[in-house]
Each structure stands twice: as structure tokens, then as C-alpha cells.
């Protein structure tokens, strides 16, 4: 079982940028995959960006492709996603999550904020 705090959210005008942190603790393996999701209020959770905790390759979603940045510290065991260039439509609640390749299951951290203004 993966553990994980997030952290990061706020404030910020449109335009803007905003980098989310998320410690992982716990039994953490080679063939997990780290991500950040999203819940905007009255929709759906949503997928935003993962990456593989070894080797590093990323996948996003096309909202966020060429704006959003996912990475990760495998010596801190910490997961990043800088935010830039954010609009309205990126309000929500950003989520961290960890799932085994060889599972469907996601381990998922308590949501940080991010409020994006006009």
C-alpha cells in the first residue's frame, strides 16, 4: 500500500503557473505508475498525467498536453506536476495517485486545490 500527501494548491491568475508536490510513502516498486487526476466541482474525477516510476516515460491528456509537466524524484519519492499557462477550465481538485502496472487498483492522496481566476 502506497501513501500519498499532496500539496501546492492556491490561487493563481489565469496565465499563470502552479507546481503540485506529492510524497509517496509506503512499499513503492519499480513497476509502479504515478499520476495526477483532476475533479472539477459537479464533474467527473479525470485523468491528467502519469508517469512510469521506472524510467520516467510520461502520458497526458490532451487538455493539459504541452502545458502541464509531470516528474518524479525517485530519491524523495516525490511526484511533481508543474502547471503553466493555466486557465478557468483547470480549476479543481488535483488529486496524486499510485496504481501497480500489473493493477487497476489506484491508491489515491487527499486533493489539493487549485483555483484558477480570470
Known amino acids: 500500500q502506497v501513501q500519498l500527501v499532496e500539496s501546492g494548491g492556491g490561487l493563481v491568475q489565469a496565465g499563470g503557473s502552479l507546481r503540485l508536490s506529492c510524497v509517496a510513502s509506503?512499499?513503492?516498486?519499480?513497476?509502479?505508475?504515478m499520476g495526477w487526476f483532476r475533479q472539477a466541482p459537479g464533474k467527473e474525477r479525470e485523468f491528467v498525467a502519469t508517469?512510469?516510476?521506472?524510467?520516467?516515460?510520461?502520458y497526458y491528456a490532451d487538455s493539459v498536453k504541452g502545458r502541464f509537466t509531470i516528474s518524479r524524484d525517485n530519491a524523495k519519492n516525490m511526484i511533481y506536476l508543474q502547471m503553466n499557462s493555466l486557465n478557468p477550465e483547470d480549476t479543481a481538485v488535483y488529486y496524486c495517485?499510485?496504481?501497480?502496472?500489473?493493477?487497476?487498483?489506484?491508491?489515491w492522496g487527499q486533493g489539493t486545490q487549485v483555483t484558477v481566476s480570470s
Open positions: 495517485a499510485a496504481r501497480l502496472i500489473t493493477s487497476t487498483q489506484w491508491s
Open positions: 509506503g512499499r513503492i516498486f519499480s513497476s509502479h505508475v
Open positions: 508517469i512510469r516510476w521506472s524510467g520516467g516515460s510520461t
